[in-house]
């Protein structure tokens, strides 16, 4: 009789299974997934009672799902197995293909490990494939279908025809495990996605909230900023500007976009752009406005990357810094200017005339000759290289140093020869002055002084007020004839009357030409120009000398 029901047995069987099987794929959590598949075995495959218990993390297995009992559900689900314990009992039960049976004769030696159970206590089975209620049977779940990569393990109870499963019944048990091993992945799959893609979005999310503050924050920033691109054929143009930068120089972004930095810059600052732009750092220099001004700005560079091998660019904040350093440069023209004439004090003469002198000594002018024939002589073998004027000590750029040296022509005889002439005026007569109208009147007498004297010498030319009524003079280029006649020019220009508050008042003036050599200090240069005026002062009479 039962072998003639068998086939429709299978039949229905069969049809449970396909169904519990579709309705795996209609679940749209994991949780919901896993619920399934107990409800699955309880609902298709004629048991009473189903649990899944699924791997965790760190390898122990949680009961993530119970079906059959409510009681039972309540008490064990979320509670946790060891993995030893679950090794030691798929490896000791028998085997019934991937299936593992543990007959309640063997059992009791489970009895007190920590996998979550619900067992109750029955009678002796009265016939050979009973179920008893103390029997345990598990299907293995594994993440590829087969193999060692365990996923969890669905373990059932209490078969409704009360008979251990046969061939059939082990058969789709181990079909339906297969199958809900493969939904278990899909679903945690799903779940994963759900999450990468959730936590994309806030990345994402993130990322415009990020690049928006950046654009409000460079569009609205008070001071001047820009991007400009780093590499390639248009490394330095600037991509991006924002209006405090338009208006600080004074042209649209349409066009500041046709420029890099290096175009703007004042010619004499391009070295600190350039080393600004390659290291990033800060630096002080001058940019072109559209009206021809430049204006002092101070330059913040940070390099950043796109992306991790992507184009880098060079973010760049531009602070206008015009009146600070008009500031600085008055507080520096004041430090090296003297307050009354507008002429640079003893201080910045003496600086002037130190930048263009050097310690060693130089026995003679070299011919343009004698300079070529030492250029190309071998410099060891020239034991008068130094007397040329060159420095032989070898350097980083060569043998021979780029700093000119400063000779004295000869004044006994004019042999063509150009110096650095320093003159020495004192004037004649200023102190009666002083004496006689004040020094208001004084005053404006050295005012009027050092006009003339500055106008009476060339572009590049130094006049220095010493201090009191003493003033030098600096000339480079001249002939002891050409000194000579300078200072007779400026004397000249100095005896016509200076009219102060409606008087006239003369002054005269007594001029010493001293040398500057490279071997002499500025103080000696100095005061062999002082001793030469003192010299011209008493070889003229005390009439001829005074004018005021």
């Known amino acids: 009789m039962e072998a003639e029901s068998e086939p429709y047995v299978r039949l229905a069987t069969l049809r449970q299974l396909h169904q519990a099987v579709a309705d795996l794929n209609t679940a749209r959590s994991l949780a919901d997934t896993v619920q399934t598949v107990a409800d699955g075995i309880v609902g298709g495959l004629g048991y009473g009672l189903a649990c899944v218990n699924l791997v965790r993390q760190d390898g122990d297995l949680v009961v993530a799902a119970f079906a059959g009992n409510s009681a039972a ?45 619900w067992h109750t206590e029955g009678p002796e089975p009265r016939f050979e494939d009973e179920w008893h209620p103390q029997d345990r049977l598990y299907a293995p779940m594994y993440a590829s279908g087969g193999g060692c990569d365990l996923l969890g393990v669905i373990s059932v109870d209490r ?48 990322l415009r909230a990020s690049e928006e503050s950046f654009r409000q924050a460079f569009e609205y920033a008070p001071s001047g900023m820009a991007i400009a691109e780093m590499g390639g054929d248009q490394h330095g143009r600037l991509l991006r500007t924002n209006d405090a930068l338009c208006r600080l120089l004074g042209r649209p972004a349409s066009v500041l976009r046709r420029y890099s930095f290096a175009d703007l810059v004042h010619p004499e600052d391009i070295g600190t752009l350039l080393r600004t732009s390659a290291e990033g750092g800060r630096a002080e220099l001058r940019l072109g406005r559209r009206d021809g001004s430049y204006l002092w700005v101070s330059l913040r560079n940070s390099v950043v990357a796109d992306t991790t091998d992507g184009p880098r660019f060079l973010l760049t904040h531009v602070e206008d810094i015009e009146e600070r350093k008009r500031h600085e440069l008055h507080l520096a023209h004041r430090a090296s200017h003297d307050a009354l004439t507008g002429l ?10 130190s930048s263009r002198l050097c310690d060693r000594p130089t026995a003679m002018a070299a011919t343009a000759i004698e300079t070529l024939d030492a250029a190309y002589a071998d410099v060891d073998a020239d034991p008068d290289a130094r007397a040329h004027g060159y420095d032989v000590d070898a350097g980083p750029d060569g043998p021979y140093d780029h700093h000119v040296h400063a000779v004295a022509p000869d004044t006994e005889q004019d042999d063509g020869a150009k110096g650095i002439a320093v003159l020495f005026c004192d004037l004649d007569g200023f102190k009666s002055i002083n004496d006689r109208f004040g020094h208001h009147t004084g005053d404006a007498v050295l005012i009027e002084v050092a006009r003339r004297l500055s106008t009476g010498v060339r572009d590049g030319d130094t006049v220095a007020r010493l201090g009191g009524d003493e003033f030098v003079v600096l000339a480079d280029g001249l002939g002891a004839a050409d000194a000579a006649d300078l200072a007779v020019r400026l004397r000249n220009a100095i005896i016509p009357p200076i009219r102060v508050d409606g008087r006239a008042v003369r002054v ?41």
């Open 73 to 117: 559900e309540a008490l064990i689900t979320g509670r946790i197995g060891s993995r030893t314990s679950w090794e030691r009992r798929l490896a000791m039960g028998e085997a019934w293909g991937e299936l593992r049976f543990i007959p309640h004769t063997d059992g009791w030696v489970l009895l007190d490990d920590d996998v979550p159970q």
């Open 159 to 206: 078969p409704r025809n009360g008979r251990r499963p046969g061939a059939w019944g082990r058969e789709a048990l181990q079909m339906y495990a297969s199958q809900a091993a493969i939904a278990i992945s899909n679903a945690r799959l799903r779940a994963n996605m759900q999450r990468a893609l959730v936590r994309l979005e806030r990345e994402q999310q993130a």
């Open 344 to 353: 640079p004090n003893s201080a910045e003469l003496r600086s002037r005339l």
């Open 508 to 548: 005269g003036a007594s001029f010493g030409i001293g040398w500057a050599a490279c071997g002499m200090s500025v103080e000696e240069v100095l005061a062999s120009a002082d001793q030469r005026m003192y010299v011209e002062k008493r070889s003229r009479s005390k009439v001829n000398r005074r004018a005021g």
